[in-house]
């Protein structure tokens, strides 16, 4: 069964503070992605990666940047996470044109 | 700027036949279109992926009309377990992975007894 993971499901940060999120995917995916979800705005994508160590921004890349230096494995980081990063963030994989495949979410409170 | 427009909410009941229209007025050559359903506590999971004209799985039809603009994701005989957010997700694809994906704000079906 395929499966993308995410490091938590729960996360409660101060305003500051320095936040990794976590992804991991067994499928052996090209593409990765990271997303926020927000009630009434759907899912806005913030960065994608098509390969190890490539990286392409995605319409909210702001406040965040990403590493991927396996290709299972792709981790979003909030450089000093604020209160309007407080959000669920979802991690996914696929290979193109194909679906992409989502991890269960992270739901992120910054205070 | 891309964007996909759906409805906000649907009511349904069980045993009939959904239909849930996507806009996306921009689309290009080169995107695809894709629908998921998420429930509650759960990452969206795929439905449906088309290009152009009609497209049927087990468990949906997307009907695509020639100019594109628009997408109707086409549920037949739904059930509670149909009750979810419905996305709709404008895909651009080059040869290396992608160079667009705009997802519309979801669609909230409630099927009721």
């Known amino acids: 069964d395929v499966k993308v993971t995410q490091s938590s499901r729960y996360l409660v940060k101060r305003t500051g503070e320095k936040v990794f999120l976590e992804c991991v995917q067994d499928?052996?995916?090209?593409?990765m992605f990271w997303y926020r979800q927000d009630p009434g705005l759907g899912l806005r994508l913030i960065y994608f990666?098509?390969?190890?160590?490539?990286?392409e921004k995605g319409d909210i890349p702001e406040g965040y940047s990403v590493s991927r230096e396996k290709k299972e494995r792709f981790s979003l980081i909030l450089e000093s996470a604020s209160t309007n990063q407080t959000s669920m963030y979802l991690c996914?994989?696929?290979?193109?044109?194909?679906?992409?495949?989502f991890g269960p979410g992270t739901r992120l409170t910054v205070l | 700027l891309a964007k996909t427009t759906q409805p906000i909410s649907m009511d349904s009941y069980e045993g009939q036949e959904v239909n849930i229209t996507c806009s996306h007025n921009n689309i290009a050559t080169n995107d695809y279109i894709t629908w998921y359903q998420q429930f509650p506590s759960q990452g969206p999971r795929f439905i449906i992926q088309g290009y152009k004209t009609k497209v049927t799985n087990e468990v949906a039809s997307l009907f695509i009309p020639a100019d594109r603009k628009s997408s109707t994701l086409s549920l037949p005989r739904v059930s509670l377990s149909d009750t979810a957010v419905y996305y709709c997700l404008v895909a651009g694809m080059f040869s290396g992975g992608y160079n667009k994906l705009i997802f519309g704000a979801g669609t909230r079906l409630a099927v009721h007894p």
């Open positions: 990666s098509y390969d190890v160590k490539m990286k």
């Open positions: 499928m052996d995916h090209e593409n």
């Open positions: 996914a994989s696929s290979s193109p044109p194909g679906e992409q495949f």
